[in-house]
């Protein structure tokens, strides 16, 4: 069965390579694809070696317009 982009923003946290006082340093990125996509759309994006899992976190619906995301875009938020 294919998957679909949907018209959905999930936020995925990312545990990078990178040491803040001995821990990794985190990001948050926003992926408009069901939650099913959203993991592998932020791991594509992001250096080989990096970990990803969907955030506890929800956007209300302002915040989702807000991003103005096309289906299948991700973008890191922590920047």
């Known amino acids: 069965m294919a998957q679909s982009f949907g018209d959905e923003i999930q936020l995925v946290e990312v545990t990078t390579d990178d040491l803040v006082r001995g821990e990794p340093k985190k990001q948050l990125w926003a992926a408009a694809a069901g939650s099913e996509l959203a993991v592998a759309l932020v791991l594509a994006a992001v250096p080989e070696g990096w970990a ?27 920047k």
């Open 52 to 78: 990803a899992a969907l955030s506890d976190v929800q956007l209300e619906p302002e915040e989702t317009a807000e991003l103005k995301m096309q289906p299948g875009e991700v973008r890191e938020l922590t």
